[in-house]
């Protein structure tokens, strides 16, 4: 098929997508007018039943916790299908004679040094950013916050480390094993505070912490703020291991996955290179 | 007009976006272009849950009794996030065993898979 061939089949397809869409617009309530009623009954309970200010970390962690548990686990089946496919293939990279993989070529090229600008912006950003994140992973039920948007931030500390030029830092500050463990109690710690709640003859996922006397407080909102929390360090570490993976396969010659089999020895090679 | 504005502007992205994929020479290229038309869905869910007047649902500083927008669909659009960086980051792995097993990442040159 012809590039124009497509477009002309493209437009006809666009043209179909576009009438069902205004067709569904119109049977919408309009802008402005949502009509509920599940929204609204959660803002008039959600203060007295969770001692939450945060309305949507409340619905995320506690009204729809179980869904949310899903989606935990579709970010951590991505970092584990992230390093599936990205693993070194047998035979790869060994063969052909004079023929450079792209790996190789990428070890060769020359890379203009980081300039001492972006250094010192990304070394300064280190600490602030890592704050902040641990601050919205902790105060989920106070806040715009939560789980999902500190892990990211967190993750980025780690990133700026990258940034500022030190890859090797990076990876030392981020070994495959501790992100893998962190990984692992982040999110089986969710599944687990809800199995903890089966075990007392209580729903799953049911809030049974204590709720605290003043909403949005720190210590309020019970089983809110420890699944945050545990959200937190799951996002940042897969965070962390998918961004890795990818540097991996762009920087260094071999997967992480492979280095970690390797164990000590090729950690010793490269802080010899180093 | 403001009625459906929000909702018009969802259809545009998503046509965007999947003009861009449609026409792309890039795997890295297509893989923002499915970025852009899931980016969408954000617009789509908070804009059916907007409330005339409303301020975002969060009460620390105030009153309970305020009139707020819709909290749950912006609980289901932090989800779409998410799943959007799960789905992207795996998209992503797959464009790098594709320009190491062919050596390229237009569309167009890659063999048709086999099984």
């Known amino acids: 098929m012809t590039p124009r061939q497509r477009l002309w089949l493209f437009a006809f397809g666009a043209a179909g997508l576009v009438a069902c869409y205004l067709w569904a617009f119109a049977g919408l309530p309009g802008f402005g007018?949502?009509?509920?009623?599940?929204?609204?009954?959660?803002l008039r309970q959600v203060i007295a039943q969770t001692n939450a200010t945060a309305a949507v970390s409340a619905i995320n962690f506690e009204y729809r916790g179980f869904d949310t548990v899903g989606e935990e686990f579709i970010l951590f089946t991505a970092a584990a299908g992230m390093a599936v496919v990205l693993r070194r293939l047998r035979g790869e990279r060994q063969g052909e004679q004079g023929e450079e993989s792209p790996a190789e070529q990428a070890a060769s090229r020359q890379v203009p040094a980081t300039s001492s600008a972006v250094r010192v912006v990304s070394v300064?950003?280190?600490?602030?950013?890592?704050?902040?994140?641990?601050?919205?992973?902790?105060?989920?039920?106070?806040?715009?916050?939560?789980?999902f948007q500190g892990?990211?931030?967190?993750?980025?500390?780690?990133?700026?480390v990258y940034l500022s030029g030190e890859f090797l830092v990076f990876r030392r500050l981020s070994p495959v094993v501790a992100l893998d463990v962190a990984e692992a109690v982040g999110a089986g710690g969710f599944a687990a505070v809800g199995l903890t709640a089966v075990a007392m003859s209580l729903p799953y996922l049911y809030n049974y912490l204590?709720?605290?006397?003043?909403?949005?407080?720190?210590?309020?909102?019970?089983?809110?703020?420890?699944?945050?929390?545990?959200?937190?360090?799951?996002?940042?570490?897969?965070?962390?291991?998918?961004?890795?993976?990818?540097?991996?396969?762009?920087?260094?010659?071999?997967?992480?996955?492979?280095?970690?089999?390797?164990?000590g020895q090729g950690r010793r090679q490269r802080e010899e290179s180093a | 007009m403001m009625q459906v504005f929000p909702f018009l502007v969802v259809a545009w992205i998503v046509l965007m976006g999947l003009y861009g994929m449609v026409t792309s020479r890039d795997l890295i290229h297509l893989i923002v272009c499915l970025i852009v038309v899931q980016?969408?869905?954000?617009?789509?869910?908070?804009?059916?849950?907007?409330?005339?007047?409303?301020?975002?649902?969060?009460?620390?500083?105030?009153?309970?009794?305020?009139?707020?927008?819709?909290?749950?669909?912006?609980?289901?659009?932090?989800?779409?996030v998410v799943v959007e960086a799960a789905v992207t980051a795996l998209l992503l792995s797959f464009a790098v065993q594709a320009h190491k097993r062919f050596g390229t990442l237009d569309p167009h040159e890659l063999a048709p898979f086999k099984g």
């Open chain 1, 33 to 42: 007018n949502y009509p509920g009623p599940y929204g609204p009954a959660i």
């Open chain 1, 124 to 147: 300064l950003l280190v600490g602030p950013t890592a704050v902040i994140g641990w601050w919205l992973a902790t105060h989920a039920q106070t806040n715009p916050s939560g789980g």
């Open chain 1, 151 to 160: 892990g990211v931030i967190l993750a980025t500390a780690f990133f700026l």
């Open chain 1, 210 to 263: 204590p709720l605290g006397t003043i909403p949005g407080a720190i210590s309020s909102s019970g089983t809110i703020a420890l699944i945050s929390f545990l959200v937190g360090i799951e996002v940042a570490a897969a965070f962390v291991l998918i961004i890795g993976e990818l540097l991996d396969q762009t920087l260094l010659r071999g997967g992480g996955r492979e280095r970690r089999q390797g164990g």
């Open chain 2, 39 to 80: 980016s969408s869905t954000y617009v789509l869910l908070l804009g059916v849950g907007y409330v005339t007047g409303g301020v975002a649902p969060y009460f620390f500083d105030i009153s309970p009794h305020v009139k707020a927008v819709d909290p749950v669909v912006q609980a289901l659009t932090l989800t779409d």
